[in-house]
C-alpha cells in the first residue's frame, strides 16, 4: 500500500479482513495525508479536510467501528464583505451602494452566488458527472456564464475565491454541478455536519492504529517495477520492497515524481499530468477575545482581494476563537512565490490591517500551503472542461498488479467519503485477481 | 409501478453490454462482495443497528422503505418495489437511476455475475459476514 492517507489506511484495513498480508510505505513522517489537524485539543485548527457530511457512510462507520467521536462542529461566525478595498457589512449588502451586483441579484451574497447562477443542472445520479457522454458537451463556467448573458459584474466577483478551479475559464460547468450536487445529497440526510473530536487527524491515526502492522513512515516510493508476477517498489533511501500487488493511492501529482517500468499507457500518463489540484493557501491564528465586536462587525470575511475568506469559529461561547485565513486558486500566486516566513507576514501583515481590533490578540498557529507540498500538490483535483470523461477514467485504471485509488478517483462521492469509496473499489479490483 | 419496467430493461442491458465480464480468476463469493461494497453502509448480522443505510437483515421479499425507524427518503418509500434477487440486482448495479431521488449514493462497480451472486447472497436465509 503505498500512501497513508484515507484512501490507503482504509483499504489496508479492508484486505487484511479479507486476509491479505499489507505493508504500508507513507513519505511523511506522520499518517492523514490531506487531513491534518494543527496545535493541541481543544484549541486545535483543521489545515485539511475539514467537514464530515452527513452522508459520508464510510467515514461514520470507521469512526464508529474504532470508537473515534464525532460531533458537529460549533457554527462559524457570519461574513462581511471587503469589495474593492470597500466594506460592506453583512446585513447591509442587499442595499450597500458597494454590491456591484445588478439590481436583479443585490439579494444574492457573494458566497451565493455560484449557486443562483449555474443551473439548470443534467445531473441526477452522483455519478453522472463523469459520464463520457455529458463529459463530452461539457463547456467551462466561464462559457456557460457568457452564454447566459450573465452581468460581467457578476461573473468578476464570481473570479474570486474559487474552490474548484484557477479561473472560471478551466472550470469545469459539470465539476460545479457535482459539487452543487454534493451538497444537496448531504443535505437531504437532514442531520449535522460533523468533525471529529479533538482533531480530524486522530481518525486516521486510530485507522493505522488498529491495523496488523504498523505503517511505515518516512518512506517514500520513487518506482514501481513490474517483473512477470511480482511488482518492486523502489524507495528514496534505496531499499527496494517486493510485492505481489501494489495499491497506490497518490494524489496525480504526487503520482508524477513516482516512475514506472513499464511504464504507463500513454493516454494515463497523460491523464496524471494534466489533471490540476486546487491551490489552497491558508493562515491559522488564535484569537481570545471577540475584539470585532465592538466595531459593529460580523467576525468573517469574504473578500476579493489578498486575503480570500477569513473563517472565524469558536472555541467556546464567547472564545477563545479559531481564525483560518483561507486563500484560493490565483490569489495564492500573491504569496506562492515567497519563503513560508515572508508569505507568513505577507498575510498577517494585511490580516491586521484588516482586524486592527485583533492586531495585539492575533497568535499565529501556522501557515499551510498545499499546493507546494510535493507529496499531495494542491488540496484536491479539479476539473478542466471535458476533464471528467475519460481524463477522469483513464487515472485509475490497474495496469497488471498495480491498483490505483485516491481523492480524484471516486465517482460518487468526493472529499474524504470520496477516498474512503475509491478505496473499496480498488481492492475489488485487486480481490477479483488475486483472493 | 414503472419501477418493475425498468428492472426488466436494466436486466436486458445489463446482459447485452456486459456479457463475460469476469475474467478467468476465481470468482468472489457473495460475503466478499458484500464487505467490499455494501458493509461500510448496511448491517447485516443478527443485531441490526442503522448505519448510514437501513440493516439488510432477511431483506429477501420485503417491501422496499420497511425496516423500523430508519429515514427513508420518499422516492423510497413510495417505490412500490419488493426485495428479491432481480430487484436487487438492477439496484445494485443502478440504484439511483431506479429509484431517482433515493439517499443511497452509490456508484456500481460489480459486474453482472457479481451483482446476481450478491442478490443471491443477500436472499439466503440469514447470511453472516
Ligand atoms: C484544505 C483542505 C480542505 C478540505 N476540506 C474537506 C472537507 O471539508 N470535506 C471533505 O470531505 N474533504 C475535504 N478535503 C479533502 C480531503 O481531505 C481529501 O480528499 C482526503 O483526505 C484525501 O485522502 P487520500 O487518501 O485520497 O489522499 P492523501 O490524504 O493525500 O493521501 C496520500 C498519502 O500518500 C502519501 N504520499 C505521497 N507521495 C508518496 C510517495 N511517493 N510514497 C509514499 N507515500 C506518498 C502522502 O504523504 C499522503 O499521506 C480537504 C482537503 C484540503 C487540503
Redesign the pocket.
Known sequence: M???????LYASSLLQALGFGVRV????KR?????RTLGEAPLHS????????PN?GRIIATAERLGVALQPPPRGLPLDYLIQGRTVLRDDWPTSPDNPLPEALHQVRPEQLSAALLKPSPLVTSYDWCSPELAATDVSVLDFLRRNDVPESAIALLESNLSYGDSLSTTSLLSMFRVQQGISRAMAFRRPVLEVRGGNQRLPEAMAASLNTPVELD????GLHTRGDRVSAELKDGTVLDAEAVVI???AP?LR??HFSPGLPEDQWQAIENVRYQK?T?AHYRLDAPTWKSAGRSGGWWTDGALGRIFVRPVNDGGPYLVTVWITGSACADTDALDDEAAAAFIDQRLRRLMPDAADGLQPMGL?R?QREP??GG??AIWQPGQTGAVFRALHRPQDRIFF????TAYAH??????ME?AERACLELARRFA | MSASRTVILTLAWLLVSNPCAVRADTPLDGETLFRLACQACHALGPETPHRIGPPLTNIADKPAGTATDYPYSAALKQSGLVWNRPTLVAWITGAERLVPGTLMAHHNTLQAPEALRLAEYLTRSAPRP
Open positions: 503505498v500512501g497513508a492517507g484515507l484512501a490507503g510505505v507513507e513519505a511523511r499518517v492523514g495525508g490531506r487531513l483543521e489545515a485539511g479536510g475539514n467537514l464530515i457530511g459520508y518512506k517514500q516510493v520513487i493511492t497518490l494524489p504526487a515524481n513516482v489552497v491558508q499551510v498545499w507529496l499531495n488540496a484536491w485509488a485516491g481523492e480524484h468526493s472529499g474524504m467519503e470520496g477516498a475509491s
